[in-house]
C-alpha cells in the first residue's frame, strides 16, 4: 500500500528533508502514526494512500518558510506566524501542480490538516465534515507527535499528557469520533521519542 506512492512523493521528501532535517524527521512519525490510525478506523485502497501520503508531506510548504523561523527557539511574532501558517495552503498549491488524481487527494488533506473542527482553524475555516477525513486524521498525528517529540520552543510532553491535551480539545480542534478512535488504540502503537 505505502509502495504506490506518487512518483513524486520520494523527490518532495528530499527536499523537505534538505530544507529541514527535524520537519523531515516529523513528517516520517506523522504518517507512521495517521496510517495507524487510519487503519484503525477502517480506511482502505486510495484513501489510505492519501492519508499516507499527505501526512508525509503535511509541511512541504514550510519550502517556503524561512529556516530561522522553522528553527526559532521561542514565541513567533503575529507577522511571523502568519507566514508559517501560509505553509499549508502553499503545499497544497504546489502539490496541484503535479498531475494525477491521487495527488489532488493527497493535496487536499495538505492544504487542510490545521482545520479545526469548530471551523476556527486555518486557511478556510472549514469545519467537520467540509475537513477531508485525511486532514482530520493526520491533525490529531501532527499535534500529538508536535507534543510528544518537542518542538526547538517546547520540551516534550509525555504520552499521557498528550493524550489529555488530545481528549480536551477534542469537539473543538479535532474530530471527537477519531480521538475516540486514536486514544483506545492504547500507547502501544505510538513509540515517542521522549
Not at 41 to 67: C, E, Q, R, Y
Not at 123 to 139: D, F, Q
Request: glycine share 8%; with cysteine; charged share 25%.
Amino acid at each position: 500500500m505505502l509502495s504506490q506512492r506518487a512518483d513524486s512523493v520520494p523527490l518532495l521528501k528530499i527536499l523537505l528533508e534538505q530544507k529541514n532535517r527535524a520537519t523531515a524527521e516529523h513528517c516520517e512519525r506523522v504518517m507512521r502514526y495517521s496510517v495507524q490510525l487510519a487503519c484503525e478506523a477502517g480506511v482502505t485502497g486510495d484513501a489510505m494512500h492519501a492519508v499516507a501520503n499527505g501526512a508525509l508531506l503535511h509541511d512541504i510548504g514550510k519550502l517556503h518558510v524561512p529556516s530561522d523561523l522553522l528553527a526559532y527557539p521561542g514565541p513567533l511574532e503575529d507577522d511571523a506566524m502568519a507566514l508559517v501558517r501560509t505553509h499549508a495552503l502553499r503545499g497544497e498549491d504546489l502539490l496541484r501542480r503535479f498531475p494525477g488524481l491521487r495527488m489532488k487527494d493527497i493535496a487536499r488533506i495538505v492544504g487542510a490538516h490545521h482545520e479545526w473542527f469548530d471551523g476556527s482553524g486555518y486557511p478556510r475555516g472549514l469545519a467537520a465534515r467540509a475537513i477531508p477525513y485525511g486532514a482530520r486524521i493526520v491533525a490529531i498525528c501532527d499535534a500529538f507527535d508536535a507534543m510528544t517529540a518537542g518542538r526547538c520552543y517546547q520540551r516534550p510532553r509525555s504520552y499521557a499528557a498528550a493524550i489529555e491535551e488530545l481528549v480536551a480539545c477534542s469537539g473543538t480542534q479535532f474530530d471527537p469520533e477519531l480521538v475516540r478512535t486514536f486514544v483506545g488504540m492504547g500507547e502501544r502503537y505510538f513509540r515517542i521519542s521522549s
